[in-house]
Structure formats: C-alpha cells, structure tokens
C-alpha cells in the first residue's frame, strides 16, 4: 500500500520560515496531484496548496508567502513557508492522488507546525 510521510514541522516564531516534505512510498505507478492541506486547532481542515504536473495553485491566504513544489523522481512534495504568522499555526497533512491504474487517494499522518511568540 502506498504511505505518505510529513516531515519539517516544529515551532517557529512569527515571521519565521519552516519547510515541509512529504515523502510517497510503496507501488506507485504515478501521482497526478500532490497537496497540502491544514486543520487549526477547533476548525476544518482546509487546502494551503497544491501542485499538478507541475502547476501550482494556492489558497488566497498563502499566496505571496508559501511555495509548493514537487520532485517527481522522489515522489515528493515540499511546502516551503515564509512570514510565519500564528494563524497559520496547524497541524499540515500531505495528500496524494494517485493516477492510473491504481486511481487512490492518501493521507500522511500529519504534522505540527506552531508559529508562537
């Protein structure tokens, strides 16, 4: 089965910076989309960015300050965040769908990431 792992979290003060990594293992044929998603604490879960043959598109809230990009040798996708500010305090979740002919969706595990002073 395939496995997504988040990695990069961690604490950072405002206006600090942190990347992500998400790593895809297992039978993987291709990937058609590879996405960051967000869940504050006591809110839904929410799409930051997300990244398809090799276009990106992000949320109105993190434009100009994130950057998704994509390694498809290694299956992975990176969040790279910049001007930290504490509303973008989460936990971050990778998400892959996988095209054909296996046609699945995954979910890494997640990973905090607090911006606090």
């Known amino acids: 089965q395939v496995q997504l792992e988040e990695s990069g979290g961690g604490l950072v003060q405002p206006g600090g910076s942190l990347k992500l990594a998400c790593v895809a293992s297992?039978?993987?044929?291709?990937?058609?989309?590879m996405a960051w998603y967000r869940q504050p604490p006591g809110k839904q879960r929410e799409l930051v960015a997300h990244?398809?043959?090799?276009?990106?598109h992000y949320a109105d809230s993190v434009k100009g300050r994130f950057t998704i990009s994509r390694d498809n040798a290694e299956n992975t996708v990176y969040l790279q965040m910049n001007s930290l500010q504490p509303d973008d305090t989460a936990v971050y979740y990778c998400?892959?769908?996988?095209?054909?002919?296996?046609?699945?969706?995954?979910w890494g595990q997640g990973t905090q990431v607090t911006v606090s002073s």
């Open positions: 998400y892959v769908r996988l095209g054909p002919p296996r046609m699945l969706d995954r």
């Open positions: 297992g039978r993987i044929f291709s990937i058609v989309t």
């Open positions: 990244i398809t043959s090799d276009t990106p």
